[in-house]
């Protein structure tokens, strides 16, 4: 059966895999000490220009991993982390922040996006309740980019949300997990180098993205934790054999594979878009990026199960649910005219 599910259905790209069964006799050293990942963090800090200066490159394996070592390792134990009530680490991935210890504080989203006047309003009435001693402290803010709903932070909106960081002496962490498909997208107005520019740290993610798994996290302002591969070892995820990651996100960053295969979800999406407003489908949401919400009936949604997977995300009312089907680097024109061929 056709697939809309997930960005990650498919397993990797074929250069990747091609580049690890090439090198796969070769001897090299464990844990991301290889001659590979050494030379992809070069390969990314290249791609970041003048941002990598002061830029610390480091891999690990997937997204949840990601948020729960980067979180937990650069919060204080009494500090929680503000996300938008909609955000990845709050809604899917089964408390895996708090089970670090650290609580996530949500706050109200518009169009699954934190505002900045919002963070500033937490954070002020925070430190101004006489008994903040004794509650948890806003130690960071997490934003997705793009968001749950495929919508992007303009550049102004991260400029602001980074101000109200630097007010208030906590990190921007921008999770990247579908970088690629946000930079390549029309509605941008950001880069990857502003992207390090306005975040304390941020992630490349490789999982949707072509790899078979992998993300790149980036500490921005030489403020990677001390000891990190420590703590990275202490969280279980330490891999002996890092070169599986370096490797592909060396061949990622040849080329300009990422942005290639990014920018080709990208247009799938808006081909899959169109065709869905062509047939009076009504948008959730008008997402920029791969994902693309719809409001179908519920009799529509379970006969239309029946021919292609795609997510039934959430209730809209008693006759209709919110559903999202999901381009990404490998799907095709052919799985498209299919699929708007049976809705």
């Keep these: 059966m056709i697939s809309f599910e997930n960005d990650y259905s498919e397993g990797a790209h074929p250069n990747l895999l091609k580049k690890l069964v090439d090198t796969n006799m070769t001897q090299e050293s464990g844990y991301g000490l290889d001659s590979f990942s050494l030379k992809a963090v070069e390969k990314i800090k290249a791609t970041l220009g003048l941002a990598a200066k002061s830029s610390s490159v480091r ?13 937990d390792s650069m919060l204080q134990s009494y500090e929680g982390v503000i996300a938008a009530d909609t955000g990845h680490i709050n809604v899917h991935e089964a408390g895996a922040i708090e089970f670090t210890g650290h609580k996530v504080l949500t706050l109200l989203s518009r169009e699954g996006k934190l505002h900045s006047e919002d963070v500033s309003r937490y954070i ?14 806003p130690g960071m803010v997490y934003i997705s980019w793009p968001t749950e709903y495929g919508t992007l932070y303009s550049k102004q909106e991260l400029i602001d949300l980074r101000k109200v960081c630097i007010q208030n002496k906590i990190p921007l962490f921008i999770d990247g997990a579908r970088l690629g498909y946000g930079l390549m997208s029309e509605k941008c107005d950001l880069t990857i180098e502003d992207i390090a520019e306005l975040s304390d740290v941020f992630y490349i993610g490789g999982t949707k993205i072509g790899a078979l798994c992998g993300e790149a996290v980036v500490f921005t302002k030489n403020n990677e934790p001390d000891h990190f591969t420590t703590v990275v070892k ?17 061949e990622l960053f040849t080329d300009n594979l990422y942005f290639e295969i990014s920018k080709h979800a990208i247009n799938m999406a808006h081909k899959l878009k169109q065709g869905f407003q062509e047939k009076n489908y009504k948008l959730y949401m008008d997402s920029p990026t791969n994902q693309q919400f719809f409001i179908l009936e519920n009799k529509k949604i379970d006969e239309l199960s029946k021919k292609v997977k795609f997510a039934r995300w959430e209730k809209y009312d008693d006759n209709h649910s919110v559903v999202r ?19």
């Design 59 to 71: 891999f690990l394996q997937g997204g949840t991993q990601t948020n729960q070592i980067i979180i």
């Design 234 to 250: 202490q969280h279980g995820a330490l891999m002996a054999k890092g070169r599986l990651i370096g490797i592909q996100f060396l």
């Design 325 to 343: 089907f999901v381009t990404n680097w490998a799907s095709t024109r052919e799985n498209i005219e299919y699929l708007l061929s049976v809705i």
């Design 124 to 137: 002020d009435t925070f430190h101004n309740d006489s008994n903040f001693e004794h509650m948890v402290f």
